[in-house]
């Protein structure tokens, strides 16, 4: 968990002028069917299967949220806070902490949203 990342600077895109792509209805529904079901809920307590149940009002409801977030320009503020839980990872002294590995539980809606930013990111730089 204490670990660097380096990174070399390497970035092989233009700046993209002009206002932000609209979030659109297919992106979310890949997103959707990605989740994975049976995780841990963050503070909220909403897990996947929850927003699954809500049926066709849950495209809608993720469609206004994420264009709203695009409009703002900022994330809610409860996705800026999370909870970190040390795992054991079967090796070594449980009595050790390097013995651990951390989880950093998030909030289910925050998942789909980045995955459907990460889809238009990379889509746009990968030309």
């Not at 670990?3 to 002009?18: F, L, Q, R």
């Not at 849950?58 to 800026?80: A, F, V």
């Not at 795992?87 to 998030?106: A, D, Q, T, V």
Request: with cysteine.
């Amino acid at each position: 968990m204490n670990e660097e990342n380096i990174w070399d600077h390497a970035v092989c895109s233009s700046v993209k002028k002009g206002p932000a792509d609209c979030i659109m209805i297919p992106k979310i529904i890949a997103a959707l069917k990605k989740m994975k079901k049976h995780e841990a809920p963050c503070l909220s307590g909403l897990v996947a299967e929850m927003i699954e149940v809500t049926g066709d009002i849950r495209i809608q409801w993720l469609t206004n949220l994420y264009s709203g977030i695009m409009k703002e320009g900022c994330i809610p503020e409860d996705w800026k806070s999370s909870v970190v839980l040390p795992i054991y990872s079967g090796k070594g002294n449980p009595m050790e902490c390097g013995s651990y590995r951390g989880i950093k539980l998030l909030e289910h809606t925050m998942k789909v949203v980045e995955r459907v930013f990460d889809h238009s990111v990379r889509q746009q730089t990968d030309r």
